[in-house]
């Protein structure tokens, strides 16, 4: 299903002939014949193979450790504990200082004197191969004396509490605020709240979740001379390059960074691991090739992990169902350490809270807390999953207080079509849209009325399976970022991209993207952008990417930019070809420059058509060289980087009817029906799978996913048997559609669909199971929604959670009730 | 170490190996076939999905010494030349396939379950994939690639000569 906006509000540049076609994938012929290129491939002369020792406890001092005897074992190369790289290992780098003040413990590569987290790095063998390492780290002999483990962030950010870090004054590492009425863009909060008829107060557990990639981590590598090549399944080759040669000191020119192909990363591969940097310094210390590849226990325990937050949040209102205000307060574990952007990630979100309404105050605080766990970072949506989920499920408690239909109260409240681009309490500008067109379009494909119909009659008749529907209006921002708001917000680096376009000899094109794909499908969206903008075949397009001396400049792939950021700037570089060859042609055909059009590849005179040179012929003739101007250079390659100036805001309108079996506590997707708005679509399958994909991760939230640490902090969801990573049978059919506003601030029109279902989809489900059961006195069922907390929640109140072991991340714990806002401070 | 006589995609092989090397590591580190990957430790995720002798198994779970005298298909071996098995199409016209990791052991294991079952409806299809694993898709394209190619491979025929594999 397609809506398309009136005309007035679509960019000049309508789609051509290739964006906006469902063009079948570049990137599947090597991916289904087998002939990938994954690091773990990869096979050097000479190479030896890493294997790491963990600790198996979350907070020790390392007492004895004693590594003679893997030694000794056969083939073994080397072993290495922290004391061999303590004076050269550095930090691993943290890029968000979000706060002046915020404390950053250092976090080690491997592990000196102390472990904080169970699965840090302790010693590392190193051999010949694979199987002979993984044998002689059973060979070494270390002993811990254990240190209270910190766990629960309502208890760590106690007075006296227990401290991760001994060298730190306390757990808390930043405290991060917004208000509105400080930066000019709202009221004041606690006047608006004063003066409000209705207040509704609520405390949201986001749940640790794992990206759980499917390719595990690997990374090779290679040496030559001085000269290092560092192939990882990563998503940020050109930021890994800056970061691996500032903590080693391997001059950035001598360090080459490949991602060959990735497979998937979700966030999860946004990073500067531990172990690409203990592969670095080993390799640099034996002069020899060097593999390390995860295990998916590994992965699990020691990849970065997402979400974990406790939100506090109250919400104003008038008894009409006007919103007045909205107050949040966070506590955000970071785990033990701060990686690339730990810290950032909540802070990512605090302008996401208000979401589509028009909120006149908001006060935003966060702490974000140490704890000795595997430290959070970036996973799909970053932040924004966070706010979307606590502001689409506080709306809903808001609509019950009032005895408001909460799509009316979302009506009411949300921002109009005619009032775009509109500048929200949070100081964005939300670039366009239609709410209300996406919401009614949404409404029709879920069969909205007859569903309501079942649940009226299911509610009346006493069915066990009760019925209910869930809805979150969403929208979140994209195209991370305009480089000086980056720079306002203390980000480490900026937010533009490149590309560069070369035009070979027999007219074939090569696109170079700093943009990294890992399954998006760049190669294809390239080529077709490319293809109308040059006007070439899409089969005479190349597209290159992911090796730092291909494509020296990028900022790669996060945050729903690669599109927006990385496309515009394949449109930028290709405009700049096409001036290029302008002058040539112009020479060559013997005419004015102002006289030739281009169309369809080819320049011609005006008023001439069928006469003319194509662009692809010129790139032989400038090639060759023989006969050009004067005064310009023999070239029409090009290259360009865009700095977008705003983020995009892509928004929609999901539905999810869950029916609840009360007697059972088991849940079931009925039908999930959304309608989501991107803007300008390149290619409509690549969109509808990545809807699909993010659909899966965020209802996977509600329903199946947490990373669950026992009282000791051991991580008790370690292998895929026990982290519930959805299976075909675990998810429903989606039913996407689409309506278009293109985004007015790129030429593509493009908004960024990466996050989009992931964002939007985890309120839609757990408002569908609350509405399911609300008349039996349930508010509210903790995530993911398993059979026992929703049996629980029903029968013996509550919000079914609270069975976790007291200390655990589960926060089962101490429940705040009547104002969480206030009890947590 | 065992000696072992095995035929992988069409190709004789007569190698050494530790008793305890798994099928998939034989596969990968011994004969190269690295199209078959490793994506758990604990055959939950089904990424290294083969066919030993025309039944489809998860190779980390299969010793290489199991596979002694047997017949071994992977994803490298399914192909008639340029000719892409039905399944490979498939996934490829449906957008079933997103970083592609799982992609090897989901289009071997969805061979098995058409062979099985040649006209499966969609429950019947997600239940026989709930071995694999995929983190991108949503398998909702999955499913439709598994539909498209069980009608092509049940006009065609494809199932009767898929062991046989191509040359490697």
């Known amino acids: 299903m397609t809506i398309t906006e009136d005309p007035s509000t679509a960019t000049p540049e309508a789609p051509a002939k290739e964006v906006g076609s469902a063009r079948l994938r570049k990137e599947d012929a090597r991916l289904i014949t087998g002939k990938t290129t994954w690091t773990d491939n990869m096979v050097l002369p000479g190479m030896v193979y890493m294997s790491v020792l963990r600790s198996p406890v979350a907070h020790a001092t390392i007492t004895h450790l004693d590594v003679s005897a893997a030694k000794d074992r056969p083939n073994v190369v080397a072993v290495y504990t922290g004391a061999d790289f303590k004076d050269e290992q550095g930090s691993i780098p943290c890029a968000w200082p979000v706060t002046p003040d915020m404390v950053n413990p250092g976090h080690p590569s491997i592990a000196v004197d102390t472990v904080n987290h169970v699965g840090e790095a302790v010693a590392i063998v190193v051999a010949r191969s694979r199987t002979a390492a993984v044998d002689a780290v059973e060979a070494i002999d270390v002993d811990y004396e254990n240190i209270p483990v910190v766990l629960d962030m309502e208890e760590a950010t106690k007075d006296g509490a227990p401290l991760v870090h001994a060298h730190?004054?306390?757990?808390?590492?930043?405290?991060?605020?917004?208000?509105?009425?400080?930066?000019?863009?709202?009221?004041?909060?606690?006047?608006?709240?004063?003066?409000?008829?209705?207040?509704?107060?609520?405390r949201?557990?986001?749940?640790?979740?794992?990206p759980a990639f499917m390719e595990p981590r690997s990374v090779v590598v290679g040496v030559s001379g001085d000269n290092y090549t560092l192939w990882s399944a990563t998503q940020i080759p050109h930021i890994l390059r800056v970061m691996a040669a500032l903590t080693t000191g391997i001059p950035e020119h001598k360090l080459r960074v490949i991602a060959p192909d990735v497979g998937g990363g979700f966030g999860g591969k946004l990073q500067v691991n531990p172990e690409e940097i203990l592969a670095l310094l080993i390799a640099r210390r034996l002069g020899k090739p060097v593999k390390w590849t995860e295990t998916r226990s590994e992965s699990l325990m020691t990849a970065h992990h997402g979400r974990d937050q406790i939100q506090y949040i109250d919400v104003a209102a008038d008894r009409e169902?006007?919103?007045?205000?909205?107050?949040?307060?966070?506590?955000?574990?970071?785990?033990?350490?701060?990686?690339?952007?730990?810290?950032?990630?909540?802070?990512?979100?605090?302008?996401?809270?208000?979401?589509?309404?028009?909120?006149?105050?908001y006060r935003f605080e966060c702490d974000g807390v140490f704890t000795n766990k595997v430290p959070t970072d970036a996973y799909r949506g970053a932040g924004r999953p966070e706010a979307t989920f606590a502001i689409e499920r506080i709306m809903d408690e808001l609509a019950?207080?009032?005895?408001?239909?909460p799509m009316e109260l979302r009506r009411k409240n949300w921002i109009n079509a005619e009032e775009f681009p509109f500048t929200t309490v949070a100081g964005l500008s939300y670039d366009s849209g239609d709410y209300e067109q996406a919401t009614q379009a949404a409404l029709e494909l879920l069969g909205?009325?007859?569903l309501r119909a079942e649940q009226k009659q299911r509610r009346e008749s006493g069915d066990p399976v009760q019925l209910g529907i869930g809805i979150s209006t969403f929208t979140e921002m994209c195209g991370l970022a305009p480089s000086r708001v980056l720079g306002s917000l203390a980000f480490g680096a900026g937010g533009w991209e490149q590309a560069s376009i070369r035009m070979l000899p027999t007219g074939k094109v090569e696109v170079v993207t700093g943009s990294t794909p890992h399954g998006q499908g760049h190669e294809t969206a390239w080529s077709q952008i490319v293809a109308d903008q040059l006007g070439v075949p899409f089969d005479d397009v190349e597209v290159l990417h992911g090796d730092t001396a291909i494509s020296s400049r990028g900022l790669d792939t996060y945050g729903s930019r690669s599109l927006v950021v990385g496309g515009t700037a394949v449109v930028k570089a290709s405009e700049k070809v096409v001036a290029k060859a302008r002058k040539?042609?112009?020479?060559?055909?013997e005419a004015s420059e102002d006289d030739l059009e281009f169309s369809g590849g080819k320049f011609s005179v005006k008023g001439t058509p069928g006469a003319g040179l194509g662009i692809q012929e010129i790139a032989l003739a400038i090639f060759a060289a023989h006969d050009y101007p004067e005064g310009i250079e023999p070239s029409i390659d090009a290259e360009a980087a865009f700095d977008p100036t705003n983020f995009s805001f892509p928004h929609g309108t999901h539905l999810c009817a869950m029916e609840v079996d009360t007697d059972t506590g088991f849940v079931k997707i009925r039908k999930y029906a959304c309608v989501d708005d991107i803007g300008n679509i390149v290619n409509p399958i690549i969109v509808e799978g990545q809807m699909h994909g993010g659909l899966a991760q965020g209802i996977s939230q509600a329903l199946y996913e947490e990373a669950i640490y026992d009282a000791d902090g051991n991580l008790t969801t370690g292998t895929f048997v026990d982290y519930l990573v959805p299976s075909a049978m675990d998810l429903p059919h989606f039913d996407t559609g689409n309506t278009t506003h293109a985004a007015p601030d790129n030429p593509l029109g493009a908004k960024g669909v990466g996050e989009a279902g992931c964002i939007a989809s985890t309120p839609a489900v757990v408002n569908a199971a609350l509405d399911a059961v609300r008349h039996l006195g349930v508010s509210d069922i903790r995530m993911p929604l398993t059979p026992e907390r929703v049996w629980r929640a029903i029968h013996q109140g509550g919000d079914g959670g609270d069975r976790a072991a007291e200390g655990s991340n589960a926060y089962g714990g101490a429940r705040t009730t009547e104002s969480g806002y206030e009890e947590a401070k | 170490m065992t000696q072992i006589n095995v035929r992988v995609d069409g190709a004789s092989y007569s190698d050494d190996v530790e008793p305890r090397t798994l099928l998939v590591h034989y596969l990968r580190e011994q004969l190269g076939k690295v199209g078959t990957v490793v994506g758990c430790d604990t055959s939950n995720c089904g990424a290294c999905t083969v066919h030993l002798d025309g039944e489809s198994v998860k190779s980390c779970t299969v010793l290489a010494v199991q596979a002694d005298g047997a017949e071994v298909t992977t994803i490298e071996g399914i192909a008639d030349g340029a000719t892409l098995h039905p399944m490979q199409k498939a996934f490829h016209e449906q957008h079933g396939l997103q970083c592609g990791y799982c992609t090897p052991g989901m289009i071997m294991a969805s061979i098995d379950l058409v062979k099985n079952n040649p006209n499966p409806t969609e429950h019947e299809i997600r239940e026989g994939i709930e071995g694999n694993l995929c983190r991108c898709t949503g398998y909702q394209n999955i499913v439709k690639a598994v539909q498209q190619a069980a009608g092509e491979m049940s006009s065609t025929g494809t199932h009767a000569v898929e062991t046989t594999g191509a040359q490697a």
């Open chain 1, 400 to 405: 019950v207080e009032l005895s408001m239909d």
């Open chain 1, 168 to 202: 730190t004054e306390s757990n808390t590492s930043y405290h991060f605020v917004f208000d509105a009425g400080e930066a000019g863009t709202g009221g004041d909060t606690d006047a608006a709240f004063d003066a409000a008829d209705v207040v509704v107060s609520r």
């Open chain 1, 584 to 589: 040539i042609a112009a020479h060559l055909l």
């Open chain 1, 204 to 210: 949201f557990v986001q749940q640790r979740l794992i």
């Open chain 1, 448 to 450: 909205y009325d007859e």
């Open chain 1, 321 to 361: 169902g006007n919103v007045k205000g909205l107050r949040v307060r966070l506590l955000a574990d970071m785990g033990a350490y701060l990686r690339l952007i730990t810290p950032g990630v909540p802070a990512l979100g605090a302008f996401m809270f208000p979401g589509i309404y028009k909120f006149p105050a």
